[in-house]
């Protein structure tokens, strides 16, 4: 199975923080990477996928990059509701595997 | 806003086995644009996909748990259903069903459960 790590596992974080999320997997997985967000007691929300490619609703100030083995989630502005749990996920092949996840708190 | 609904035991016993819906509010699970999925997270730890299925009852397994899982679906009842046998303190999780889209380019999963809670205990 293709292992994704992903760092940091927390980061303190305020208002207006430009902040960046790192995602690396164990081989090349081409730009087959997610990132999702997750409050507790909801459902997962996805943002990217494809690595970089906004999902329909989701605010411009977020973003990804990288291809290969290598992304990053940035969030240009935090605001008040982006505090939650970030975590990619690998869609290389049918065995899907995800990051340990990154909380964002105050 | 849309989303999946996960119903279930909230609490099984050691070596029996769990059964999980997923019932999906539209009509989306006869389209060939998606598998249908099911993922899980212990408490304190990542997450962990389960298995996934397709309309036609293809199906993709986890290899370590391959063999204690099933998945099922019925187009005609929007749902589809996970079981998963022998369960030890191990399996305690909450488990999510998610759409998985696949209809172009990179697959992700786009639409979510809020998860159920599942605990192995005597």
């Known amino acids: 199975d293709i292992q994704m790590t992903q760092s940091p596992s927390s980061l303190p974080a305020s208002v207006g923080d430009r902040l960046t999320i790192t995602c690396r997997a164990s081989q090349s997985i081409n730009n087959n990477l997610n990132w999702y967000q997750h409050k507790p007691g909801q459902a997962p929300k996805l943002l990217i996928y494809a690595a970089s490619t906004l999902q329909s609703g989701v605010p411009s100030r977020f973003s990804g990059s990288g291809s290969g083995t290598d992304f990053t989630l940035t969030i240009s502005s935090l605001q008040p509701e982006d505090f939650a749990t970030y975590f990619c996920?690998?869609?290389?092949?049918?065995?899907?595997?995800f990051g340990q996840g990154t909380k964002v708190d105050i | 806003q849309l989303q999946l609904q996960e119903s279930g035991p909230g609490l099984v016993k050691p070596s029996e086995t769990l059964s999980l819906t997923c019932t999906v509010p539209d009509d989306s699970m006869r389209s060939s644009g998606y598998f249908w999925g099911w993922i899980r997270q212990p408490p304190g730890k990542g997450l962990e996909w389960i298995a996934s299925?397709?309309?036609?009852?293809?199906?993709h397994y986890n290899p370590s748990l391959k063999s204690r899982v099933a998945i099922s679906i019925d187009t005609s009842k929007n749902q589809f259903s996970l079981t998963l046998s022998s369960l030890t303190a191990a399996d305690t999780a909450v488990y999510y069903c998610a759409r998985d889209c696949i209809s172009s380019g990179p697959w992700y999963f786009d639409l979510w459960g809020r998860g159920t809670l599942v605990t192995v205990s005597s």
């Open positions: 996920q690998q869609s290389f092949n049918a065995f899907r595997t």
């Open positions: 299925i397709y309309y036609n009852g293809a199906t």
